[in-house]
């Protein structure tokens, strides 16, 4: 069962930059996608941003929700399965709880229910 650690989140004014990361117990797997959803009070789960990777051969693949192109910048670590999803240029409407999830097998991948494994949430406040 593989658990998600993550860290970072905050609170920060409008414009500001803050860093999220999502580290896996198990990094076993030759492939996986690893996802940051967003969850705002009153409204649904949504895709931010996902990265696929693949170790052999090497592949990484970035997806972005239309909302966060060009602010926000995911990357992973193929040493251990990682995630970490840079946000700069936030906004007020980007305060949410964020979520890392992740599988090994996903076909869409800003899609929440793709994924099995989920991590426990951080908080994003812009104010």
């Known amino acids: 069962h593989v658990q998600l650690v993550e860290s970072g989140g905050g609170s920060v004014q409008a414009g500001g930059s803050l860093l999220l990361s999502c580290e896996a117990s198990?990094?076993?797997?030759?492939?996986?996608?690893m996802g940051w959803f967003r969850q705002a009070p009153g409204k649904e789960r949504e895709g931010v941003a996902a990265?696929?990777?693949?170790?052999?051969?090497?592949?990484?693949?970035?997806y972005y929700a239309d909302s966060v192109g060009g602010r926000f910048t995911i990357s992973s670590d193929n040493a251990k399965m990682t995630a970490t999803l840079e946000m700069n240029s936030l906004k007020p409407e980007d305060t949410a709880m964020y979520y890392c999830a992740a599988d090994t097998s996903i076909v869409f991948p800003l899609r929440r229910n793709e994924y099995t494994y989920w991590g426990q949430g951080t908080q994003v406040t812009v104010s």
């Open positions: 990265v696929y990777a693949a170790i052999r051969p090497d592949d990484v693949r970035s």
């Open positions: 198990e990094y076993t797997y030759n492939h996986y996608c």
